[in-house]
């Protein structure tokens, strides 16, 4: 079929189209390109000999449609001038702009349309795919004048750019808390008993297979059972149950880390231990994939003899260089040297290795830490009253959000009431001379705090945080005999309301009395359902709207036209959990 090519009908070749020229292929029109350049010169040569000489004219009807660069400004050229770049749409393509700093869109003449970077006659070029939905694509008929019946992409494969692809690489191209693979580790707690991995299929048509893996110490990678199947929105339980923990102390340790692997995306949480023990809390985790370098650690002032506080780091590569610089210092241990006040010190990971960093009587919060590959961090206490001296004691942790995921504004929503508790908070700085507000406002506010430091403070209010850099709100629960009379300790990470999500799937803790999941949604958006029911009971924090939506036992599915947030809660006698239920990781706060 004959194309006709945008910079065919518009008589732009070599001046307009970066180089281009035309070529004649069975009678279609279509453009040869030859290597891109961002230097171009409007002063021609001819060759006398063996000489060039460089002729000049001062006529100025001389042609003029050649780019000219300035040499100072070449390099802020992303594109050469008429250059044609990608589809803009269905009927325009996008050309180079004069200025050669980016594309502007261009329709296609006549009723030509856009198919694969080009201009064709007709609806599209023949052979050409496109996706008829997430799930399925077409082909253009050989008459070019429409597409075929649709086909499905494979079971483990949606659709996306006009070509089948794999559900897991979809998912990395848009990220979030979904993910392929994660990584889980036995946490050091108060006694000893196991974690618990949870993956949840997040998909509402196909059926996720699911293959933990265990690093044995000293050894190998090996398959820890059987796959697990898991039917849409279904849940599994993975318990961790080896190695022994590693003791209240720093450690480097030769393996003992978990991995789970599925076919299709899935979310996964952390539980230590699921069960509602009188010392447990709980982590949304990420990807691998969305895995980073860069990590602020936030903990709390150990108060329980020998109950220390501290992170975990697992190197997803081999070759893993961790750097790790606490305010109030850290311990030494097993292949692990000590740091001083605001002492920086390293150490060398293998992949599936875990480092466990440990103070017994000082606060790790405001840590920085820094790998040379991405890795996996939670930080923990291994059981804390909070406030100090308000009972019960309980184990704390939390999966570090990597910085580069940090944002600028989020709605302090208060944790799901209890009785008459206060909230207690952390706010840390992901940057130099970040300024920190709310409203209405809170004691000490606003604050201005630089990288890693914190300020803290207590409230009954919900309220708005925003600030003019990136920064990281940290809740805590406070113990039962404050006021709340029942849960425990817990800590969990705000989600900033440029990361929230449209769709959720989580998973309560077993054998909690009360379960929520709190909505948190702008004023008038679009309703959100849990497991198909409309949530209510919403009030109002600025231009946000919080519901606190009590739910039963079990796996969850949260859904909306518009993006929303969740942070799950339970509370039982004696002890609690928290986490966020998930979000985008959009990079609002580039590092390097």
């Not at 508790?421 to 506010?445: K, L, M």
């Not at 009395?513 to 029911?533: H, K, S």
């Amino acid at each position: 079929m004959q194309r006709l090519l945008l910079c065919s009908a518009l008589g732009l070749w070599t001046a307009s189209c970066g180089g281009m020229t035309p070529a004649e292929t069975d009678g279609a029109v279509t453009l040869t390109s030859g290597p891109t350049t961002t230097q171009t010169t409007s002063t021609p040569t001819t060759e006398t000999g063996s000489e060039s000489e460089t002729s000049e004219t001062t006529d100025d009807s001389s042609d003029t449609s050649q780019a000219t660069t300035d040499p100072e400004t070449t390099d802020a050229c992303v594109c050469t001038p008429g250059q044609a770049g990608d589809c803009a749409d269905e009927n325009s393509l996008n050309i180079c702009a004069d200025d050669c700093m980016g594309f502007e869109p261009e329709s296609c003449p006549g009723v030509n349309t856009c198919e694969n970077g080009q201009c064709v006659m007709g609806v599209c070029s023949p052979g050409a795919p496109r996706c008829f939905d997430e799930s399925s694509y077409q082909l253009c008929e050989d008459d070019g004048q429409g597409y075929g019946e649709p086909m499905p992409c494979g079971d483990t494969e949606g659709c996306k750019s006009g070509a089948c692809q794999p559900l897991c690489d979809i998912a990395k191209s848009d990220p979030s808390s979904v993910g392929c693979v994660f990584r889980a580790n036995k946490m050091q707690n108060f006694d000893e008993e196991p974690s618990s991995l949870i993956v949840g299929n997040v998909s509402d048509s196909r059926t996720a297979t699911v293959q933990l893996y265990y690093r044995e110490l000293g050894g190998a990678e090996v398959a820890e059972g059987n796959p697990v199947e898991l039917a849409p929105g279904a849940s599994h339980v993975f318990n961790l149950e080896k190695p022994g923990q590693p003791g209240p102390v720093s450690v480097l340790r030769n393996g003992g880390t978990f991995r789970a692997e599925s076919n299709i995306p899935v979310v996964a949480y952390q539980h230590s231990p699921i069960d509602a023990e009188a010392h447990n809390d709980s982590s949304m985790l990420l990807p691998d994939y969305a895995q980073r370098q860069d990590y602020i650690v936030a903990t709390y002032r150990p108060n329980i003899g020998g109950n220390p506080a501290y992170f975990n780091v697992i190197a997803l590569e081999d070759g893993t260089t961790v750097e790790w610089t606490p305010p109030l210092g850290s311990e030494a241990g097993s292949g692990v040297p000590a740091a001083g006040y605001d002492e920086t010190v390293m150490a060398t990971l293998q992949a599936g290795e875990m480092l466990q960093v440990a103070n017994a009587t000082m606060d790790l919060s405001g840590t920085m830490i820094h790998s040379s590959k991405p890795v996996w961090v939670v930080t923990a206490v291994q059981c804390v009253n909070i406030p100090e001296n308000v009972t019960f004691c309980d184990h704390i942790e939390e999966q570090a959000i990597p910085l580069e995921y940090w944002g600028e504004t989020y709605v302090g929503a208060h944790a799901p009431n209890r009785n008459q508790e206060d909230y207690h908070w952390r706010v840390f700085a992901g940057d130099n001379a970040v300024t920190i507000e709310t409203d209405p406002p809170q004691g000490g506010f606003p604050v201005t705090l630089d990288i890693g430091e914190y300020y803290d403070f207590t409230t009954t209010e919900s309220f708005i945080f925003t600030a003019d850099g990136p920064f990281m709100p940290v809740q805590y629960l406070e113990g039962q005999d404050g006021g709340a009379g029942t849960g425990d300790p817990a800590m969990y990470q705000m989600v900033p309301v440029e990361q929230f999500l449209d769709r959720y799937v989580f998973v309560t803790g077993t054998e909690y009395t009360l379960n929520f999941v709190q909505i948190i949604r702008e004023v008038g958006a679009p309703p959100v359902y849990v497991d198909d029911q409309m949530v209510d009971g919403f009030y109002q924090v600025g231009s946000y709207e919080v519901a606190d939506w009590p739910i039963a036992e079990g796996a969850h599915i949260a859904t909306s036209e518009q993006p929303f947030g969740v942070i799950q809660v339970g509370y039982t006698s004696v002890t609690s959990y928290a986490y966020p239920g998930g979000l985008n990781l959009e990079v609002i706060n580039p590092i390097g």
